[in-house]
């Protein structure tokens, strides 16, 4: 099933071709940084150059999944406005993929303690073997 969109001026394009022009836009202006890099440094922000990398990025990663006819690749960016968060497989019914930091929390007497706190994916069995002897030595330390 094609799919259709409308552009501003009431103009109707494919999918492919709006996935191809905006290709097409993103390497010209990635060849148009590459060869005049002090000019964009000086026009542009802080904030806009750590957002023109985090583009880049995400252009690199697109390329490299097209090229290698995949969808998956490692630390993907989904957000540009929050490029550290990090798709998470749960495979629920209702969300099989969920985005956001991972947390895990002990509990001591009703007082919690977050003891890992990180934005990508990883497996909570194994922080649970450290996780025991560090709350006893916060139990004889701190009472």
Known sequence: ???YFRSP???????????NGIQGFLRLAAIIIQ?????WE???TNWQLGRLEVIRLLYEQQRKMYEN??????NRIVSLSQPWVRPIVRGKQNAEVEFG???ELSDVDGFLRIEDFRWDAFNESTTL?????????RKRRFG
Request: proline share 8%; glycine share 2%; net charge neutral.
């Open 1 to 3: 099933m094609n799919r």
């Open 9 to 19: 001026a009431g103009v109707l394009a494919s999918e492919s071709e709006v996935v």
């Open 35 to 39: 060869n005049h890099p002090d000019e």
């Open 42 to 44: 000086k026009a542009l």
């Open 69 to 74: 006819h995949t969808n998956r690749i490692d």
């Open 101 to 103: 930091a991972k947390v």
């Open 129 to 137: 073997t450290t996780s025991p002897p560090l709350m006893r030595s």
